[in-house]
């Protein structure tokens, strides 16, 4: 760049730092800036102002204001205009950079938790302008490219095991606010990783909801299924044996052990919780039976209908024994998903009510795209990739199992 030669009025300058320093140190970025975009013109013109030369390019064609926004505050910059060839600036470039980094600065600080106005607030602390709770929301609208490519990417892999489950956050629709459901399922992959492969929102848990959710993940090409894990929802039930009717659910054991603790009087709840942890133990499925039956002969008479829900559905909550012992610690159970629930209702208290169902899957999408990219790194040391890749010499057993819940279903 050619060098500059900027003009300042020391007596305004002197004057302001007599009064307000900010203001004065505004004028005198105003100024540099402004001289900045004069030198930047003649540069690309390769002329001065009314200068007659042969290796001019183009004309000059008056000028135009624009607003900067600084530490400082807000400046007024006077941007040239040129008659044929736009007029290029790197201020505005490095601007661009800046207000780019601002917006996923505060994108970010949404996802972790940080409330809208909070988010504001810091914003107009470090950058001496106000962002309002809703120009915020505004500038996270952004992320619904990014979250929608995830939410629908094709799922390529073959997932053996995956566990679903719904959670509820508080929505503001037609001016009344209510609670929707907001599906997840997450799987393990072949080498053991686990992934977030799908959410969505509905206003409600139904046997149509779940179908709509499943359907979705199967075209979008979910296969390799063997083991689905979730609670009893008979609208998730509904929904595997419409979209894959050969693979077996696995109930989860802890929402299968509070269903039963629920029924049974508290002061016996201690010792059967630990007999429960007992039969879901056994080193098989005939040791598990035989643990169910003294259970049941035990407590028949103090808790009748604890011990229906125990012996109803025991075969639901012992799919997994079907497997190698090891793969059953992981995969017997929806804890995983339990505990990530948490981790979304704990981003959500912030926010409270959230205006419009866009904005869940918004800022609750963006924060499963993180767990995911944690999953992508997390250490599998600790888990049998050697029996997971014996899973497919199980087929036969677990289509059986498959059908025989599928009779039950449908009596």
């Given at each position: 760049m050619a060098q500059l030669n900027i003009t300042l009025n020391q007596e305004e300058i002197l004057q302001l730092l007599s009064s307000n320093r900010d203001d004065a140190f505004k004028k005198l970025l105003q100024d540099s800036l402004n001289t900045i975009l004069q030198a930047e013109s003649t540069e690309q013109l390769k002329a001065e102002k009314y200068e007659r030369s042969?290796?001019?390019?183009?004309?000059?064609?008056?000028?135009?204001?624009?607003?900067?926004?600084?530490?400082?505050?807000?400046?007024d910059l006077v941007v040239p205009r040129h008659r044929d060839v736009p007029f290029k600036s790197l201020i505005f470039d490095n601007y661009k950079r800046s207000e780019a980094a601002l917006v996923a600065s505060m994108a970010e600080m949404v996802i972790a938790g940080v409330s809208t106005r909070k988010v504001a607030k810091v914003v107009e602390t470090l950058c001496g302008t106000s962002y309002s709770k809703s120009m915020v929301s505004?500038?996270?609208?952004?992320?619904?490219?990014?979250?929608?490519?995830?939410?629908?990417?094709?799922?390529?892999?073959?997932?053996?095991?995956?566990?679903?489950?719904?959670?509820?956050?508080?929505?503001?629709?037609?001016?009344?606010?209510?609670?929707?459901a907001f599906m997840v399922a997450y799987a393990?992959?072949?080498?053991?990783?686990?992934?977030?492969?799908g959410f969505d929102l509905f206003d409600n848990e139904t046997n149509n909801t779940w179908f709509m959710f499943m359907e979705s993940l199967r075209k979008r090409g979910l296969h390799g299924v063997r083991v689905i894990t979730s609670d009893a929802h008979p609208g998730i039930l509904y929904a595997i044996k419409k979209v894959f009717p050969e693979v077996p659910w696995q109930r989860c054991q802890t929402h299968f052990s509070r269903?039963?603790?629920?029924?049974?009087?508290?002061?016996?709840?201690?010792?059967l919780h630990s007999e429960l942890l007992e039969m879901?133990?056994?080193?098989?499925?005939?040791?598990?039976r035989k643990i169910r039956d003294r259970i049941i002969s035990d407590y028949n008479d103090i808790a009748p209908t604890a011990m229906e829900c125990l012996d109803a559905g025991f075969e639901s909550a012992m799919t997994i024994m079907v497997l190698p012992e090891r793969l059953r610690i992981y995969h017997r159970t929806s804890n995983h998903i339990e505990r990530l629930n948490r981790e979304l209702k704990r981003r959500s208290t912030v926010i409270g009510v959230f205006p419009n169902d866009a904005s869940v899957i918004r800022i609750m999408g963006s924060v499963l795209m993180d767990v995911h990219k944690t999953f992508a790194l997390a250490n599998l040391s600790g888990y049998p990739k050697k029996q997971l890749q014996s899973v497919d010499d199980y087929i036969p057993q677990l289509k059986?199992?498959?059908?025989?819940?599928?009779?039950?279903?449908?009596a």
């Open positions: 042969e290796e001019r390019t183009d004309s000059r064609n008056g000028t135009r204001e624009r607003q900067l926004t600084t530490r400082l505050g807000k400046i505004e500038v996270c609208k952004d992320l619904d490219v990014i979250v929608n490519e995830f939410r629908n990417r094709p799922l390529t892999n073959a997932y053996p095991f995956v566990l679903i489950d719904a959670t509820y956050f508080k929505v503001r629709n037609d001016h009344r606010i209510v609670s929707k393990t992959n072949t080498e053991g990783k686990r992934e977030v492969i269903n039963i603790l629920d029924k049974t009087p508290s002061k016996y709840q201690k010792g879901y133990h056994a080193s098989t499925i005939t040791e598990a059986e199992i498959a059908e025989e819940q599928l009779k039950l279903l449908a």
